[in-house]
Each structure stands twice: as C-alpha cells, then as structure tokens.
C-alpha cells in the first residue's frame, strides 16, 4: 500500500490528508485565507471554523455582535492578570472565553495546529491548557506535562487537567488507544450478532 504524504515541501506527515496536506499545514493554509475570508464583512482573516475566523466564530457562539472592532473584545484585561499574579481573576477571564461542554471541558476557541487551545500573551503564544494549569496548581513547572483526563485537547478546565510524568503521560495514551481499539472490535462484533442492540445506537 502507498503511503501518502502532505504536499508542502520538507513535511513528511503521513495520515488523513485535506486538500493534499496534513492537519497541521491545512489549518494554517486556512487562517491565511487561501480557502477564502471570514463571512463577516471587512473582516480579512481566514475562514479557520467553518465561515468565520476564530474570532467571530466565538461570537457567533456566544451571541456576541459581530461588529464590535476586535480590539475591544480582546482586551478582558487578561494579560494585566496575568503578569500581576491575579490568578483568580485571570481564570474566571479565560473561562469567559470558552465554550463550556456539557462535559465540563473549557474549550478555548482559538486551536493551535496540534489542537490545543492556544492564545496570545504579551506577544508569546501560550497553550491554553498549560496555561490554566500554571495558575491553579503549585506543583506545576513548565518541564512538566498536563495530561488531559477528558482526553479534549482543546479543553483547559483545571478540574480536568493532571500534572503528570512523561513516562505516565505516554503510558494513558497507550492504554486509551487500546480500549478504544477494542471497543470498536467489540461493536463490529455484537453488530453482526445483534445489530439492533441499544449499545449500539449512536
């Protein structure tokens, strides 16, 4: 079988491709607007989640006027928090931010090409996560991992968040991608005993 790899020069990832590239190449062609530009009228950022960009998408979300200059909603003040030792209030700010599931996961809107919530600080792309975790867990350093129970990248809810070894971290990921692989032989196992069964409803 041949295997097929991203179209940009030099990249070398294998896997589920869109429009020749790999995730990481595509999401950042999009917010460059090679796809085409935000729907919302004198916006010129990329179509990075469906229509809008990331920006508008958030309001979109959160009901918020798609007019309002983007300076303005940006500035919550979060930063000062930040660099103030406010943790509480820079928290509270970055919860504001996200979509809450109905899990509990705090998405934070804007993806880093991993996946990862990703926002910028001082000029510094900080990931959401590691972020979240830094002002909520003393035992934190940023040699340290955060593993993600929920298993949402996307997500930054501290309540969600563990602060674990590289070894641990690999070992969690192993063991889910086992189950999971073994939950999905197990469905195409009972479908072709029981295909009505209710486990397996969508």
Request: one cysteine or more; a positive charge.
């Amino acid at each position: 079988m041949s295997i097929v790899t991203c179209s940009v020069e030099d990249c070398h990832n294998v896997g589920r491709l869109s429009r020749g590239m790999c995730y990481s190449h595509y999401r950042q062609s999009r917010r460059r607007g090679d796809f085409g530009l935000c729907h919302v009228e004198a916006c010129d950022k990329g179509r990075d989640r469906g229509d809008y960009c990331n920006t508008h998408y958030v309001r979109k979300l959160r009901g918020e006027s798609m007019e309002t200059p983007l300076k303005v909603l940006k500035n919550d003040g979060l930063k000062e928090d930040i660099k103030y030792g406010r943790n509480e209030q820079a928290l509270d700010k970055i919860r504001k931010r996200c979509e809450v599931t109905q899990n509990g996961c705090w998405e934070y809107p804007s993806l880093s090409v991993k996946g990862y919530g990703a926002l910028s600080v001082n000029g510094k792309q900080r990931i959401a996560h590691r972020l979240t975790a830094s002002l909520t867990k003393p035992e934190f350093t940023r040699h340290m991992q955060v593993h993600h129970a929920c298993a949402n990248r996307a997500c930054c809810n501290p309540e969600h968040l563990r602060i674990v070894t590289a070894h641990e971290n690999t070992a969690e990921m192993m063991e889910r991608s086992y189950y999971l692989k073994r939950i999905a032989e197990l469905e195409v196992a009972l479908s072709s005993v029981d295909p009505q069964h209710p486990l397996l409803a969508a």
